[in-house]
Structures are given as structure tokens and as C-alpha cells.
Nanobody, 119 residues
Framework: VQLQASGGGLVQAGGSLRLSCAAS????????MRWYRQAPEKQRELVAAISRGGGTNYAGSVEGRFTVSRDNSKNTVYLQMNTLKPEDTAVYFCNADIRLGDSTVRGYWGQGTLVTVSS
């Protein structure tokens, strides 16, 4: 199983970006999908999460600016980021709890995509 993240880049403050993370491999179902970020010299933090049924939760710092969504038919999670701020600059990682064909559930991480917001 692999998670492939994409969509990062350089954007000016106030701008928008949309991140995508697609899961592939021997997947029976994906339970929860999440986005984390890690800024330089800071710990990795949870940004947003979405359940299989579509329930969401967000870090307070992004509430109202970021929207997490998923397409179960494509095994893909998205993060729409609006009104970006310089403090949103970080490497963004996707994470998923995946049920495999043998019914075990494992956590997987994507490779990270860099988001840089200039002031």
C-alpha cells in the first residue's frame, strides 16, 4: 500500500492550494484519513481528519480556512487550503488507517509535500 501526496507549492499569503493524497495497493477499505504538517524545528501536528462517513475535525489554527474531503471511490483525500498564512508553511503529510484484504488495519504515511506561503 502506498500513499502519494501532491499539490504543494509556493503561494502568496491570502492565496489557496489544494493538496491530494491517493492510496493504492491491496486495499479493502480506508477507515480514516488525515493531514498532518511539520514546520521547521517544530513537532508534527494534526491539521485535519475525516472519517469514512465524512465526519471531520480540524486544528483550531486552520478552522474555517481549510476543508478536508475524500472520494472513497478513488481512495483519495483532499485538503483545500484557503486564506493561507506564512505560518501555514510546512511539509504536509497524509496519513490513513487502511483495512487490508486479510482484515488487519494498518496506518500508512505519504511522503510529504511542501507548502510555502510567502508574506
Amino acid at each position: 500500500v502506498q500513499l502519494q501526496a501532491s499539490g504543494g507549492g509556493l503561494v502568496q499569503a491570502g492565496g489557496s492550494l489544494r493538496l491530494s493524497c491517493a492510496a493504492s495497493g491491496s486495499i479493502f477499505s480506508i477507515i480514516a484519513m488525515r493531514w498532518y504538517r511539520q514546520a521547521p524545528e517544530k513537532q508534527r501536528e494534526l491539521v485535519a481528519a475525516i472519517s469514512r462517513g465524512g465526519g471531520t475535525n480540524y486544528a483550531g489554527s486552520v478552522e474555517g480556512r481549510f476543508t478536508v474531503s475524500r472520494d472513497n471511490s478513488k481512495n483519495t483525500v483532499y485538503l483545500q487550503m484557503n486564506t493561507l498564512k506564512p505560518e501555514d508553511t510546512a511539509v504536509y503529510f497524509c496519513n490513513a488507517d487502511i483495512r487490508l484484504g486479510d482484515s488487519t488495519v494498518r496506518g500508512y504515511w505519504g511522503q510529504g509535500t511542501l507548502v510555502t506561503v510567502s508574506s
